[in-house]
């Protein structure tokens, strides 16, 4: 058992953040699917608390390093989803660790940005950088459930400012420096995320909403989307690399912020129809990634070392 505990990976919490988000996409079709999606995510991240237990050096020395700091974030996020999942039979006590959640991240935005940020080097910019800053907006898509929309409001909001300057940023480290390391190429699909979590985040907690502004985040979500589903597909056959927790959350936000929108704009009396095609398909792309994804880590934990 220890020998499985030392082999996880920190990336493991990506997977676990987009198997979570995977039940709340999946919930309006099997409520027992979207609980079996809460508990495979639980195992995923008790492991790696398990691994924060026995081998902290470990974890700590990969805090040391951009992109496993940057991808720490998706622990916090995880965890955001998960106290929602709980709440009914937590309570207060999932209250209590949705806003324990939220100061890891900060904790982790105040760290990241004095480790990195003020030293940036730009090769060492990744898409991961957008799970520290923008990843917070999943306070934004929980807070409804704790009646926190104020604070779900705050983090859209930051969230957003940061998705506008990092858009910017990574996407010149990633133009200007074309060499990427192969362990690190399944990171940009990454950028399928920052946006369609904005548009959710947006469409949760912000109460006072501008049909023009949603219909914009929205486009730019969906250009970004098939911009990193062009880079997934490439990327499936490659050795397996932690990065490939990449291919979960990505995708599933960005189906969810299509079922989300289509839902919003219908109470705006604006539907449109198109949504419906292209929420079914970004759904089965989410449901294939993930479960791709969970498979390709089991095999790699539960190997035997040759």
Not at 50 to 70: G, H, Q, R, T
Request: hydrophobic residues 60%; charged residues 10%; contains cysteine.
């Amino acid at each position: 058992m220890k020998d499985l505990i030392k082999k996880v990976p920190l990336p493991i919490c990506g997977v676990a953040l987009g198997t979570a988000a995977l039940g709340n996409l999946l919930q309006s079709y099997s409520e027992g699917i979207r609980y079996l999606c809460g508990v495979i995510a639980g195992i995923f991240l008790l492991l790696f608390l398990l691994k924060m237990i026995f081998y902290w050096d470990s974890v700590k020395k990969d805090l040391e390093n951009p992109i496993m700091a940057s991808i720490a974030g998706t622990f916090s996020m995880a965890l955001m989803l998960l106290s929602v999942y709980i709440k009914p039979w937590a309570g207060q006590a999932a209250f209590i660790i949705w806003i324990a959640a939220i100061l890891l991240h900060l904790m982790l935005i105040i760290y990241f940005t004095a480790r990195f940020i003020c030293k940036l080097q730009m090769p060492k910019v990744f898409a991961s950088y957008f799970i520290v800053y923008v990843g917070i907006v999943v306070a934004s898509i929980t807070a409804p459930a704790f009646k926190r929309t104020g604070v779900g409001t705050a983090a859209f909001w930051f969230g957003f400012a940061a998705l506008i300057v990092l858009l910017v940023l990574v996407t010149i480290r990633y133009a200007k420096y074309k060499e990427v390391l192969e362990p690190a190429k399944p990171l940009i699909c990454i950028y399928a995320a920052p946006a369609s979590l904005c548009v959710a985040g947006y469409i949760q907690s912000v109460e006072s909403k501008t049909y023009g502004f949603l219909i914009a985040m929205y486009i730019l979500a969906l250009i970004l989307y098939i911009f990193a589903l062009i880079k997934a597909v490439t990327y499936l056959k490659v050795p397996f690399y932690p990065s490939i927790s990449a291919f979960t959350f990505p995708f599933v936000i960005s189906a969810i912020a299509s079922k989300q929108l289509m839902a919003c704009l219908i109470k705006m009396g604006r539907p449109i129809p198109a949504l419906r095609y292209i929420v079914l398909l970004q759904t089965v792309i989410a449901v294939v990634l993930v479960v791709y994804a969970i498979v390709r880590y089991l095999f790699f934990l539960l190997q035997e070392k040759s």
